[in-house]
């Protein structure tokens, strides 16, 4: 058994055997996360580097202390000239991917961050930041209690839009972003080539068994179908799952299909409810009842997943709706 990864990440998320590690890249790819909930990765391309992601709030400051030593080992190995953080990728602007930002930007005042227009858009709204820090204080409560430090909220910003298609060389190696939208109307995936990696955003799933992807599509279940589409037709040679890391290669092509298998089997669920003339309110807690377990609370407070929930339930509806 690791030693860095508690007994219930195992019971979630440790579905292919021991010889198989989901940490393990293709590329001088670092881990770089700290704390719980939330990802960030460190991408060192042969003249720049790039983090994805910023990890929670509540863990800022240790994930940019993991960034520091990073890149310091990194130089002292050869393989950089400075220990400077060049680029920040955003996948969206949930409090769970960006409220590491404004410690990693205090640390890497130079640092450019990216995202979509709409993430930009999202972050300069004083009821999102309002939200994005109730989340973070949540989970800062859940897995650090009796911790009552301030969180940082500036800045939360994306200095440069990425548009659909758009690329940032890293030197050798050229990121390209995808719109995926679905989870969020700013979500991107982005490419890395090379080696041919997909960052893959929420809105096309969490995978939490072998047979099992969890369907987050807080905004539209057809968006999200869609963008599994536009993932698949780039025919990655490894894709690295948003809060999972990587997958078994010769699972690629089966991850989409069963990622779409699970929102048509959820729109059937809610269509069957709705047709029992339950309402809004009994859907949710049945649904509530039918896909929380203790054991997703390592990874998400059990509130962010109520509030995930009745957006998910609402954009299922609606799937149903337009179905008809």
Known sequence: MKTTESNIDIALYERFGEGFDRFRFPADIIRVTSGRGGESLLIVGSEKTALYDCGMAYCGEHTADNITKALQQLK????IEQTKLDYILLS???YDHIGGLPYILERFPEAVVFGSKKCQTVLSRENARKLIRELGEEARALYTPGNNTPLKMDP?????VMEDGDTLSLGKETITAYET??????????????PGLLFTSESTGILEGDDYVHTPCLK???????SSY???????VYICLSHFGMIPQDMNKEYFVLFRKECQSKIDYVDEMMRRGLSNDEMLANYLVRYWTPLKESEQPYEAFKINSGHILKALIRAVQEGK
């Open 156 to 160: 939360l910003k994306v200095d440069v």
């Open 92 to 94: 969206h602007s949930h």
């Open 181 to 194: 939208k679905g989870h969020t109307d700013c979500s991107l995936s982005y490419y890395l080539d090379p």
């Open 220 to 226: 539209s279940f057809p968006d999200s179908v869609a």
């Open 76 to 79: 002292e190995q050869g393989k």
């Open 230 to 236: 536009k993932c698949e037709s780039l025919h990655p």
